[in-house]
């Protein structure tokens, strides 16, 4: 079946430092990949989405890039603050569908002051 | 507005129990669905609709059933409950322009 990979699984930077994570995917027809970011005990939120036909979005510190041709998309996160601190999730669309979505197992973000 | 809401908030059954958790909207969704989150697993799709009287499986549909009668509902029935659906159990709704998901609260499932 489909899959969307994500790594790592835990990353710890330094406050003020920039974090990235990846994720791949495997249905080539999934267009539509958003970024969830879920504090502990909290349900997820969108923090940012791509669509296929953009190759980059951003937001004010935080921004998206897609490779389709490579299948792997990213979530860049600059002068990362205390408050980033969280589990961020990827996922995809699957079956032609940008309802359905396939996601990755999670990345928490340890921003250390 | 409340949004979406989920009952109840934390949840304990035997095994070979039922029960239903509920899910309503208030942002006149068509698209609903409910996913299981697990440790390390990300968001597991249980079951979706694309509105009123259409449901159908997502990747992990076994020992729970749905229906949908209405825009504003979405029950997730468990049949016979087993240790393996301890779970948080999220129910989401999307509309039809931005596709961004809005999460219910959770509900909390230990099996024992």
């Known amino acids: 079946g489909e899959n969307v990979e994500q790594h790592p699984s835990t990353l710890s930077v330094q406050e003020g430092d920039s974090a990235v994570i990846k994720c791949t995917y495997s249905?080539?027809?999934?267009?539509?990949f958003p970024w969830y970011k879920q504090e502990l005990g909290k349900r997820p939120q969108l923090i940012i989405d791509?669509?296929?036909n953009v190759g980059e979005k951003k937001d004010q510190r935080i921004a998206v890039t897609l490779n389709k041709t490579a299948k792997h998309f990213s979530l860049h996160i600059t002068e990362t603050q205390p408050e980033d601190s969280a589990v961020y999730f990827c996922?995809?669309?699957?079956?032609?569908?940008?309802?359905?979505?396939?996601w990755g197992a999670g990345t928490k973000l340890i921003i250390k002051p | 507005n409340a949004g979406v809401t989920q009952t109840p908030k934390f949840q304990v059954l035997k095994t070979g129990q039922s029960m239903t958790l509920q899910c309503a909207q208030d942002?006149?969704?068509?698209?609903m669905s409910w996913y299981r989150q697990d440790p390390g697993m990300g968001l597991r799709l249980i079951h979706y609709?694309?509105?009123?009287?259409?449901?159908d499986q997502g990747e992990v549909p076994n020992g729970y059933n749905v229906s949908r009668s209405t825009t504003e509902d979405f029950p997730l029935r468990l049949l016979s409950a087993a240790p393996s659906q301890t779970s948080v159990y999220f129910c989401?709704?999307?509309?039809?322009?931005?596709?961004?998901?809005?999460f219910g609260p959770g509900t909390r499932l230990t099996v024992t």
């Open positions: 989401a709704t999307s509309g039809t322009t931005d596709y961004e998901q809005y």
């Open positions: 942002m006149n969704h068509e698209y």
């Open positions: 609709s694309v509105g009123a009287g259409i449901t």
């Open positions: 249905d080539s027809a999934s267009n539509y």
């Open positions: 791509i669509r296929s």
């Open positions: 996922a995809a669309s699957i079956n032609r569908s940008n309802y359905q979505l396939i």
